[in-house]
């Protein structure tokens, strides 16, 4: 809560009065997380504000970044702590997201970068080839990961999930090594890893700015008390507002872009989670190669 202090001189009284007055900023997100309870979404906004110099994302750098190999993006660029899957595995989107994924990440494309992978480790066709024995995801993102699935909509419930992740990728790397049965080449699968990746920026995609959300000092507004306030904000009812939603004030992506050039801090960056490890289904433990 930001107080404002104004002391006003009466030149006959040479009273002194102090006028209060209720601000919101907008690095008191965090706090608001926290107040709700969201504290993996506040970590990741507070790492964005303690970056120095500012650093904004265009949309090329994202995706360059995006698919760049992890262990080649400098440091300040990446974050590999905050977010951890046994966390994440609590919403619907990851437990749906890991479901689907695992039914379908032996397809024809994940066998071919499976095969890339392997190739890129040894020749398995002259020696045993392993790959995924690390707990490293930045290692596993760049030497064992063989296939994805997006996951998460802007039309999800208002909650943590939406509040630090939204939409997102799931990705999916193997643990195991290559083998000869009967003469034939097979790669065995002794366990696999999910995580996430994305980019915690506010990269706007259009002309206008996308909003995340009608935020005060304590919380942030559902989506049916959103689109209420919104309906009077856009109407000019400022009046209904002050009365019945005092202190909340609508947050788009371009007022991080703002606040970025007035205090030069604040830096978009990469997540990455850690690694859910499962065993395999049966039929995906051994892929003729």
């Known amino acids: 809560m930001g ?14 009065k102090r006028v209060e007055a209720d601000f919101f900023h907008l ?23 303690s970056i120095t110099p500012e650093c904004a994302f265009n949309k090329e750098m994202k995706n360059e970044l995006l698919s760049t190999d ?18 994440a ?8 997201g890991i479901i689907e994924l695992g039914k379908k990440w032996n397809s024809i494309k994940g066998k071919e970068q499976l095969i890339d992978r392997i190739f890129n480790a040894g020749d398995y066709n002259k020696e045993a080839i392993k790959i995924g024995y690390t707990d490293d995801v930045k290692i596993l993102d760049s030497t064992a990961q ?10 999800d419930t208002v909650n943590e999930w939406y509040g630090a992740m939204g939409n997102t990728t799931l990705k999916i790397c193997v643990r195991g ?8 080449n097979q790669f065995n699968v002794e366990s696999i890893g999910y995580y996430l ?11 206008i700015s996308e909003p995340l959300g009608v935020w005060s000092k304590d919380r942030i507004l559902d989506k049916k008390e959103s689109a209420i306030y919104m309906s009077s904000y856009m109407s000019g009812f400022f009046g209904e507002l002050v009365r019945t939603y005092s202190g909340f004030v609508p947050v788009f992506n371009k007022d991080f872009r703002a606040w970025q050039r007035k205090h030069k801090t604040g ?23």
């Open 3 to 16: 107080i404002d202090q104004t002391i006003t001189s009466m030149d006959k009284e040479k009273q002194e």
């Open 27 to 49: 690095d008191m997100i965090p706090q608001a997380m926290d107040n709700m309870g969201w504290k993996t979404a506040s970590q990741l906004m507070k790492h964005w504000f």
């Open 70 to 87: 992890a262990y080649l993006i400098e440091n300040s660029k990446i974050n590999t702590n905050i977010v951890n899957m046994s966390w």
């Open 89 to 96: 595995i609590q919403f619907n989107q990851v437990k749906d």
């Open 146 to 155: 063989i296939n994805f699935k997006r996951i998460g909509s802007k039309l």
């Open 177 to 184: 090594y290559t083998s000869k049965e009967n003469m034939k």
């Open 197 to 207: 990746k994305d980019t915690y920026d506010f990269v706007d995609d259009g002309t």
């Open 267 to 289: 830096g978009d960056f990469i997540i990455l989670s850690d690694i859910l490890w499962m065993q395999p289904a049966e039929k995906d433990k051994i892929i003729p190669l």
